[in-house]
């Protein structure tokens, strides 16, 4: 560095021709600047110069660490204040000075600035004199006339205690400054990422910077967050540049150094801060990076609390320049994904682990998609004591938090619309596959974000010119780093989860041994793991942690391809529509089992409900199954063959070749059968409807109630234990004291509305009041058959009706008859009811009494049956009974008369 100093001439500029022009750079002191040129090409010359003829107080400084006994020193009185009046005079302008002087042996030059142009230029010197901030050198035989003149204005300053004159000292004339900062990590927690007012002091490099904090007089040194500029770097005891490091401090200094900014502490780096610093024009480092002066680096990236967009796009806007850093640039050709396919949406199918999902789009295709930037926990991070040695490895459950990450996404995700957003395809490497790596939205929501932040997968470290990165790479290393502060997940300290789950499939022995816990649980709630047809599933049960294959029971479903003994088998006809059909409702989504049994190969068997809507009716629905003849001593048999005769009608898929058989004998159609059954009404159910039990089964109903009393009895349920819920079957105490089969229609508070399967009677019943069935007594179909009384209805007059109502209830309750099944509609039996010894038809005499109207049926079979039913109404008609009283309203004038009855 060249030093010269300034001349000074008292009330005028010195000779134009000795007068030189720079910039000053920065403000040693009171009365020492450093003054650099215009650049040209590169950085500038710079000079230090200091002002003659007068002495400023010393600014503190630290203790030199290189130096043996070196000590920090204060600061002398108003030394501060002297160097900030002549910074804010000074810095960044453009300043006039001539040279008076350079003292031998140590180089220093003395002279005079001048702050402007022309003959109204300010004279620095006598300014800081007349401020009283610094002191007049008295020395020589015989002073100068310019001495003379600043002695003078001295003594105006000592007079009016202006500065260091002060009759008083300024309780701020003395800093109390902290060089050094014990515990970084707990200063930048305190200050809560706020802006704090500083001023950079020293610019080391185009990234790195020290600065006095404001008004504290912490001394700091900042890393810009984010970014890296080229520096110098030790080489074998020598420097050398990289390339724009000179240029990179150049900027930063130009702009930063001695100037008044704004810092956010952000993070640390030894005992370094990283931080973002504000000048009035915006973020340094934003400029930088446009510039081509520094790059993004994603270590200190993940503390930037602001704006790491804005970063990355500067980045990329000097990269497409290819300016400085940038100049041999080349994009990556694998990053680019066609702009129509960059972005889609779909609903979640399936988690995949804990990175990878299987979207449908809307144009119904699936995609694999891997989520940009994310490492999944892996078995390699498990310790090799901690791995099962006597099994197979299961990822999901014996890797720490594997299980939990699938969790998460699996309840956020699976059936909700997501949008999808490319970022880049990973090419098929080393045997793996070709992946779509993308950024995955719910909403607002990062699903990957989501992940890191609850530290169930970290973040991968893409080299730095990788450009195959996620989207939010900023973000999710933020998320990343908020996660290790708090412990989350993989980063926590505590003992990791463990799963022990037990597999039963395949496993005959452990499944019989497994199987009383699982029918007495009733119904319960599992996961569906995999689906493998129609009708077999792989679930979880979370409160017996076991692992099962489950079939559906009641109906039989297409076979898909498959290799057996034999050889290998073509698929049947809708069985990978019977898949994806039980995939799209059940897959990874909670659903509600009942196990009733276990077949040879160690497979449950049982009925499935996906939201409270048993899965087996909904397939046989839907035309992707057929009722299995073990359905028929099911309580959803009656249900099975309503749905199966629907699909049958309409020839819906696996019923696309059904011929209905058609009745070749001509003699039934003509003919009336009677089958008489003796059975007892147990309840009146609604209109001309009721229940009644077969006299037939009565003795294996009485023997299987005392055996389900007695059992209660002698191991009685737990208080609380058992939760009904809508469509149980379960054990009910009636207000007899007595237990009764029964089945939950509807659960409110504390109270269950529940029907007695076997009587057919309903009540409101505590919940305290019921108990899961036990195994073994759902076998018995419900005693409590449904019928309606054939050939007759209600009169449309709700008096009548009423009636009528009343008038069969007191005909038929609790009394014994046979039943004869006359027709069926939609599988409800319309039948004929008789008195068990004097064979009265309850219909008929109804009929004979104008209480009901004849519903004239027009099957050949049933019109004998019709015209006797007929023959009585016509009597009740012509004796004017009840509903005849005013003459048949049946008759077209009726409505004349105003009736709306019938």
């Known amino acids: 560095m060249t030093y010269f100093c300034l001349f000074y001439q008292r009330g005028k500029m010195a000779n134009q021709t000795s007068l030189k022009t720079g910039v000053v750079k920065s403000v040693l002191s009171g009365d020492a600047v450093i003054i650099r040129g215009q650049p040209k090409g590169g950085p500038p010359p710079e000079k230090q110069l200091c002002l003659s003829n007068v002495t400023a107080p010393k600014l503190a400084r630290r203790a030199n660490p290189n130096i043996k006994d070196s000590q920090e020193t204060k600061d ?5 204040q002297a160097r900030e009046f002549l910074r804010k005079k000074l810095i960044g302008k453009e300043v006039s000075f001539s040279i008076e002087y350079t003292a031998p042996g140590s180089g220093r030059a003395y002279g005079c600035i001048y702050l402007g142009k022309g003959p109204n230029a300010e004279n620095v010197t006598e300014s800081c004199v007349a401020e009283g901030l610094v ?67 020293h ?199 594997m299980f939990e990450a699938r969790e998460f996404l699996r309840k956020k995700l699976i059936g909700k619309k997501v949008t999808v957003s490319i970022d880049y395809i990973k090419e098929a490497n080393d045997g793996y596959p070709e992946k779509i790596c993308a950024t995955v939205m719910i909403g607002s929501i990062n699903i990957a974000e989501a992940l890191v932040s609850k530290g169930f997968a970290t973040v991968l470290r893409h080299r730095q010119d990788d450009d195959q990165r996620s989207a939010h790479y900023d973000l999710l290393l933020i998320a990343e780093q908020r996660a290790i502060k708090n412990g989350k997940g993989v980063h926590s300290q505590k003992d990791k989860p463990i799963h022990r789950v037990a597999d039963l499939s395949g496993d005959v022995a452990k499944s019989k041994q497994f199987l009383p816990f699982l029918q007495r649980a009733g119904r319960q709630t599992g996961t569906v793991e995999f689906v493998a047809s129609g009708s077999r599933i792989r679930l979880y049960l979370p409160k017996e942690t076991c692992l099962i294959t489950f079939l559906l029971a009641g109906i039989t479903c297409p076979r898909r391809a498959r290799t057996g003994p034999g050889g290998p088998s073509e698929s049947e006809a809708y069985a990978e529509e019977a898949l994806q059909y039980t995939k799209e409702l059940c897959l990874q989504r909670e659903v509600e089992v009942e196990v009733e049994s276990v077949d040879k190969a160690g497979n449950f068997i049982g009925w499935l409900f996906v939201d409270g809507q048993n899965h087996s009716i909904k397939l046989v629905e839907n035309g992707l199954s057929k009722v299995h003849f073990t359905a028929e001593r099911s309580n959803y048999y009656a249900q099975l063959q309503v749905v199966e005769e629907a699909a049958k009608k309409t020839k819906l898929k696996v019923w696309e070749n059904f011929v209905e058989q058609t009745t070749v004998t001509v003699v039934e159609e003509t003919e009336r059968k009677t089958n008489y059954k003796s059975v007892i009404v147990t309840e009146y159910a609604k209109d001309l409807s009721f229940y009644a039990q077969h006299a037939e089964t009565g003795p294996q109903l009485e023997k299987l109630m005392d055996q389900l009393r007695a059992e209660i009895t002698n191991d009685p349920p737990l208080p609380g234990s058992y939760t009904p819920r809508q469509g149980d079957m379960c054990a009910a105490k009636y207000i007899d004291g007595e237990w009764y089969r029964g089945k939950v229609e509807s659960v409110l508070k504390e109270k269950a509305s529940i029907l007695f399967i076997d009587y057919g009677n309903k009540d409101q019943l505590p919940i305290s009041d019921l108990i899961a069935l036990p195994p073994g007594y759902h076998t018995l179909p419900p005693q409590a058959h449904y019928y309606t009384l054939a050939m007759v209805t209600l009169p449309k007059d709700e008096e009548a009706s009423i009636e009528a109502i009343e008038a069969l209830k007191s005909r038929i309750l609790d009394q014994p008859f046979v039943a004869n099944t006359e027709y069926r509609v939609t599988g409800q039996e319309f039948v004929t009811l008789l008195t068990s010894e004097a064979r009265n038809d309850i219909a008929k005499e109804l009929v004979s009494e104008g209480l009901l109207i004849v519903e004239a049926r027009r099957e050949k079979r049933l019109q004998k049956l019709v015209e006797e039913y007929i023959k009585a109404q016509d009597a009740a008609k012509k004796s004017h009974l009840n509903l005849w009283r005013y003459g048949d309203i049946t008759e077209d004038d009726a409505k004349e008369f105003g009736y709306q009855g019938y």
Request: glycine content about 4%; some cysteine; charged content about 30%.
């Open 76 to 80: 002398e009185p108003y030394a501060w």
């Open 135 to 201: 002191e007049v050198r008295r020395g020589g035989i015989k002073p100068s006339d310019d001495q003379i003149h600043l002695i003078d204005m001295e003594e105006a300053a000592k007079a009016a205690g202006k500065g260091r004159w002060a009759k008083e000292q300024d309780p701020d004339a003395v800093r109390n400054v902290t060089w050094v900062i014990e515990n970084p990590l707990h200063f930048v927690d305190s200050h809560r990422q706020n802006q704090i007012k500083a001023i950079i002091e």
């Open 203 to 401: 610019v080391r490099d185009g990234c790195t910077v020290r600065a006095f904090l404001l008004p504290s007089f912490h001394y700091v040194t900042v890393m810009l967050s984010g970014v890296k500029a080229p520096m110098i770097k030790r080489i074998d005891d020598k420097d050398v540049p990289e390339p724009f490091s000179a240029e990179a401090k150049y900027f930063t200094e130009s702009r930063l150094l001695q100037r008044e900014v704004s810092i956010i502490l952000e993070g640390t780096s030894n005992q370094n801060f990283l931080g973002t610093v504000l000048h009035p024009n915006g973020n340094i480092a934003e400029f930088l990076l446009k510039e081509g002066f520094a790059r993004c680096v994603d270590w200190s990236m993940r503390v930037v609390t602001q704006g790491t967009e804005k970063l990355r796009s500067a980045e990329k806007e000097a990269k497409n320049k290819r300016i400085r850093l940038w100049k041999d640039y080349t994009p990556s050709k694998a990053n680019i994904v066609p702009i129509e396919e960059k972005n889609l949406t779909g609903k979640v199918v399936e988690v995949i682990n804990a990175d990878a999902l299987v979207v449908k789009s809307n144009d119904g295709k699936y995609k694999k998609i891997t989520l940009s930037s994310l490492r999944p926990p892996r078995m390699a991070d498990v310790k090799e004591e901690d791995q099962p040695k006597d099994r197979r490895v299961r990822p999901l459950y014996d890797i720490p938090y």
